[in-house]
């Protein structure tokens, strides 16, 4: 199942089980394997991405690009983006 990707397009790899998206890197010379997350396990995921104290307050395109550096969901731009402005109006309830 690990045929090389048509130029541009990714692909999904089963490695032991567990599903990966695989796609080019920028420099289009390396490949870049990302977890597939399941749907259940999507705001875990954004969670320790954005609510950690290690990585602040880092805003939704900050956190999107630290997750896509190993996680990949259908729809995972929107659901970021969502959470970060989730997360924003319980801050300013919190501070009334």
């Known amino acids: 199942m690990d045929r090389p990707s048509v130029e541009g397009k990714p692909q999904f ?6 599903l990966y998206r695989k796609l080019k890197t920028k420099s289009g010379v390396e490949y870049k394997m990302q977890l597939v997350v399941p749907v259940g396990l999507t705001q875990t995921v954004v969670a320790l991405a954005h609510d950690t104290l290690l ?4 805003g939704a395109a900050k956190t999107l690009r630290r997750v896509q550096q190993g996680f990949y ?7 970021v983006t969502r959470y970060g402005h989730r ?4 801050r300013e309830m919190y501070q009334k």
């Open 13 to 18: 790899v089963v490695k032991k089980r567990i």
């Open 55 to 58: 990585s602040g307050d880092r």
């Open 73 to 79: 969901w259908p729809g995972i731009h929107n659901f």
């Open 87 to 90: 997360v924003i109006c319980v």
